[in-house]
Each structure stands twice: as structure tokens, then as C-alpha cells.
T-cell receptor, first 114, second 117 residues
Framework: QQQVKQSPQSLIVQKGGISIINCAYENTAFDYFPWYQQFPGKGPALLIAIRPDVSEKKEGRFTISFNKSAKQFSLHIMDSQPGDSATYFCAANRIDPSQGNLIFGKGTKLSVKP | NAGVMQNPRHLVRRRGQEARLRCSPMKGHSHVYWYRQLPEEGLKFMVYLQKENIIDESGMPKERFSAEFPKEGPSILRIQQVVRGDSAAYFC???????????????FGQGTRLTVV
């Protein structure tokens, strides 16, 4: 119920290609779905986030697609660049404000080849 | 405007010793969250604190682990009698002190990498 399942575990994309990472959840109490980017030796940094009242959100080359009925959401990185090489985590947060924690997926290690 | 500051960045402890990890939240933030990250794994929630209060400790192991966020000073995550399985990266995040602004606007520190030898 509390899990967020993320795939693939690793991804290799050519420069200029599209990177797609998928996540699925079970708990319908989740109402906020962020994506984090983490470089080696650094903390996670918020990349983009979506709420279930919209099906898509775009910020620059990064787009989140959200399918509420399927309980799935995905991150698309357009025109992928070597500098995008990092580990990406999806996450989910519950409605109850006293439950402050994020539930994270296990991460996807993205490598963008020049 | 400094971000979330964690220290030390790296900590080596022998089995049985105590580890103390510190987290200074961003200026104006009064909510702190601690997460643990094992190699090749996602972040696992441990504890959520406000000043002088533990709000949610559902992710904390029942023994040897404790956390505090005093009125003055940084938040401390304390691990007593460390074992090899405690080796991990420990991340702290902070968010503003409003119930309307939850962890959705949390910022993470760079983490403390604990190695137990």
C-alpha cells in the first residue's frame, strides 16, 4: 500500500533521445507526485512535481504524465543531454498534513551517451 | 541564503560506537525530515520533527535510533551501538513552518555518509 514502484532500474539513452521513467502506486491517499534528481555524492533535488487534478505538466525538457485511473505517472526527458546523467527518483506524498514524509521509488540510473 | 547544512559529510565509526548526525535547516524552516539511503536504493523515511516535537517517527528503528530538534540548534539523529548494517547515507530535508506547506517544498541537504567498520 505504501510502496511506489519505479522502472527501469537503469536506462541508457543517446544524446538527443527521449528518456522515459515510469512509476506506479497503490495508495489512493497520495495526492502529490514529485520527481527528484540526484547526482553522485549529492542530496536529491526537486525536479518537477504534479498533483492528480492534471494529467500532464511540462517544465522545459521535463514532462510528467499522470494517469489517475491506472495509478501511474512517468517522467519524460526530451532531447536528453549528457548532463542529465543522474539517478532519478519518483515519490509520493499523502493528503494528511501530519504525515509529512515522502515515499520514494528505488530510483533509475540514467546514462546519456554523447 | 544557505541551504540545508548537514555535518559531518563523512563519518566512520567502529561497531558499538555512537554516531551523531547534525542537520541545520534552511533559514525560516521549522520542519525537519530524516531519510536513510542504502546503496542502490531509494530514500526511506525515518522521522519527521518540528521544533521540540516529534511528529512522525514511524520509520525509525525501535532500538538504538533517536532524533531531536531542540528549540535552539540543529536537529540531531543519534545512532547508538552502531552495527555494519547502519552504514548508509543519511539525508535531512527541511520545509517552512506552515501546516499549509508540507514536505512538498522540502529541500534536501547533501547527506552524511556513515561507514561502520
Amino acid at each position: 500500500q505504501q510502496q511506489v514502484k519505479q522502472s527501469p532500474q537503469s536506462l541508457i539513452v543517446q544524446k538527443g533521445g527521449i528518456s522515459i521513467i515510469n512509476c506506479a502506486y497503490e495508495n489512493t491517499a497520495f495526492d502529490y507526485f514529485p520527481w527528484y534528481q540526484q547526482f553522485p555524492g549529492k542530496g536529491p533535488a526537486l525536479l518537477i512535481a504534479i498533483r492528480p487534478d492534471v494529467s500532464e505538466k511540462k517544465e522545459g525538457r521535463f514532462t510528467i504524465s499522470f494517469n489517475k485511473s491506472a495509478k501511474q505517472f512517468s517522467l519524460h526527458i526530451m532531447d536528453s543531454q549528457p548532463g542529465d546523467s543522474a539517478t532519478y527518483f519518483c515519490a509520493a506524498n499523502r493528503i494528511d498534513p501530519s504525515q509529512g514524509n515522502l515515499i520514494f521509488g528505488k530510483g533509475t540510473k540514467l546514462s546519456v551517451k554523447p | 541564503n544557505a541551504g540545508v547544512m548537514q555535518n559531518p559529510r563523512h563519518l566512520v565509526r567502529r561497531r558499538g560506537q555512537e554516531a551523531r548526525l547534525r542537520c541545520s535547516p534552511m533559514k525560516g524552516h521549522s520542519h525537519v525530515y530524516w531519510y536513510r539511503q542504502l546503496p542502490e536504493e531509494g530514500l526511506k523515511f525515518m522521522v519527521y520533527l518540528q521544533k521540540e516535537n516529534i511528529i512522525d517517527e514511524s520509520g525509525m528503528p525501535k532500538e538504538r535510533f533517536s532524533a531531536e530538534f531542540p528549540k535552539e540548534g540543529p536537529s540531531i539523529l543519534r545512532i547508538q551501538q552502531v552495527v555494519r548494517g547502519d552504514s548508509a547515507a543519511y539525508f535531512c530535508a527541511s520545509s517552512p513552518g506552515s501546516r499549509r506547506v508540507r514536505v512538498t517544498e522540502a529541500f534536501f541537504g547533501q547527506g552524511t555518509r556513515l561507514t561502520v567498520v
